[in-house]
């Protein structure tokens, strides 16, 4: 009867091992679509930037944030509609439209009624544009752009950084 009970025990606790190892890799697996939406909400900033530049109607002097006299916001700001000028980072952002992301609802498809309309409500992005200074050259013609997604997942305060380089020619 003791050695029964004793298996018992050890059992007991190698099942509670592997379901607490259980929740954590549910957990961490649940985080992927929220680091994939971060990635692709980086790289439609640092698109956005190239479209500020390639659309012409922002000057080079203009494709840098506000502290340094250009239209991309200098502090963290929720997803949201890009706003009349279509650049996303910019004072005239619609914040009361924030970016939200659909999944397919029981129909299976997007085009129903039935889609699932999730916010991104967790999600933050500061958008750092710094020159980036050429030794023996006057005027800067090259810039940084450090694109910084903050989110929640969970209990899981998660980051990424998407760092990228622009000329002032397209």
Known sequence: MIEAAISLLVLSIGIMGLA???TNGVAFMSMSEADY????KAEEAV???FYARDSQ?????????????GIFLNNPEVLCDPGP???????D????????????GPSGTLDG????????????????ITNVVEPGVATTVL??????????VGRFQRQYVLTSYICQWS
């Open 20 to 22: 607490a190892m259980m």
């Open 37 to 40: 939406i971060a990635q692709q």
């Open 47 to 49: 698109e956005s930037v």
């Open 57 to 69: 109607l922002y000057t080079w002097a203009q494709i840098q944030n506000v502290s340094n006299g």
């Open 85 to 91: 000028d279509g650049i996303i980072g910019t004072a």
């Open 93 to 104: 952002d619609n914040t009361a439209d924030l970016d939200a992301i659909y999944t397919p």
């Open 113 to 128: 009624s039935d889609a699932i309309k999730q916010y991104l409500s967790t999600y933050t992005r500061t958008i750092a």
């Open 143 to 152: 810039r940084q752009i450090t694109v910084t997604i903050n989110y929640t």
